[in-house]
């Protein structure tokens, strides 16, 4: 009897191990095929934008395009380093034409000097200038602020004309890269003797691939260009405000 039981317990014990068995292996077939199916889906999957734009570049050609790519690289330096320039240049003229008031009225000109000293960007450099020529007269420090308002006026614009030339350099390359795409493709129908699709489908790839990324570039570099000019135009307001306050000031304080 005790043999019987311990021979069924062991026929039970080995038909559960193979039943677990036969699960796990079909529980791991199950994994393995979702795994296949997940890498064939992702192998189909359309490819992301960077890597569409990476692909469309060098298709385009490393000539043009990499002078095109010099153009946008180029241009956004000169962008960004033009506006932490304006930005950094920004004044509260309301505040430095208050503060410029108080100090003449209780410490003189060396207290306002002073003061536009400690203040960062052109206004308070013109505004230093003339205060500097107000022993000589209010026409003398008139005449000091408006030609330092020139000077302050060109460092704002400097390097600025740099980027219109990129923003026409770079539709100008694409232009010519369809040209010469254009050109190269009726070569090979000339060469084939045969108009045949295949054969001009690479040069006008070619060419129009060109053209897309010089017109990008050069609206990327626009948008720059613009903000860029509209920050100058305010700063200048500004400083023409802030100059025609100064003078004021300065003839009130002279009486």
Known sequence: MKKLFFALVIGSIFM??????????????????????????????????????????????????GIVLICLILGLAIAIERIIFLNLATTNTEKLTSGIEEALSSGGVDAAKELCRNTKGPVASIFYQGLDRMNEGVESAEKAVVAYGGVQMGQLEKNVSWISLFIALAPMLGFMGTVIG???????????????????????????????????????????????????????????????????????NKK
């Open 16 to 65: 559960l191990s193979n039943s677990l068995i036969a699960n796990t292996i079909s529980i791991n077939n199950i994994e393995n095929n979702t795994i296949i199916q997940d890498i064939e889906e992702e192998s189909t999957e359309a490819p992301s934008f960077t890597q569409e734009l990476k692909n469309r570049f060098i298709e385009g050609g490393p000539g043009f395009m």
């Open 182 to 252: 254009m050109i190269q493709a009726f070569d090979k129908i000339e060469a084939a003797g045969d108009m045949q699709p295949s054969l001009v489908a690479g040069g006008i790839k070619v060419a129009l691939l060109t053209t897309v990324f010089g017109l990008v570039v050069a609206i990327i570099l626009q948008v720059f260009y613009n903000y860029i000019v509209a920050k100058i135009d305010s700063i200048v307001n500004d400083m023409e405000d802030a100059s025609i306050t100064l003078i004021d000031i300065l003839v009130a």
